[in-house]
């Protein structure tokens, strides 16, 4: 996940402000099966990526797949990167969603 939110705020600074002030806020909520990871960004946003195929969109692609997880990506109104992937029965039970 860290490796995520690297690639992300990394891109948010090189590309979303163009000088301007902006924002950039992190977010993970956990249910009891589920866990989401949100980056987003104040910025520019984008119609389409600029490096659809980049390293960086590679890499967070395959993390994403490590975890199960879907990743997706809005350029809409500024830029948001969401992760979301399940909890695995070992992790549910070590924070107290399920019974041992």
Do not use: H
């Amino acid at each position: 996940m860290g490796l995520i939110v690297n690639e992300a705020v990394t891109n948010a600074l090189k590309y979303a402000f163009n000088g301007r002030a902006g924002e950039v806020a992190v977010k993970l909520k956990c249910t009891s099966d589920l866990c989401t990871l949100a980056i987003f960004d104040t910025g520019c946003g984008f119609s389409e990526p600029a490096r659809p195929g980049s390293l960086g969109m590679a890499l967070m692609r395959r993390l994403a797949r490590q975890l199960d997880g879907q990743l997706t990506i809005d350029g809409t109104d500024g830029t948001t990167v969401q992760l979301v992937w399940p909890l695995a029965a070992e992790e549910r039970q070590a924070r107290g969603f399920v019974a041992a």
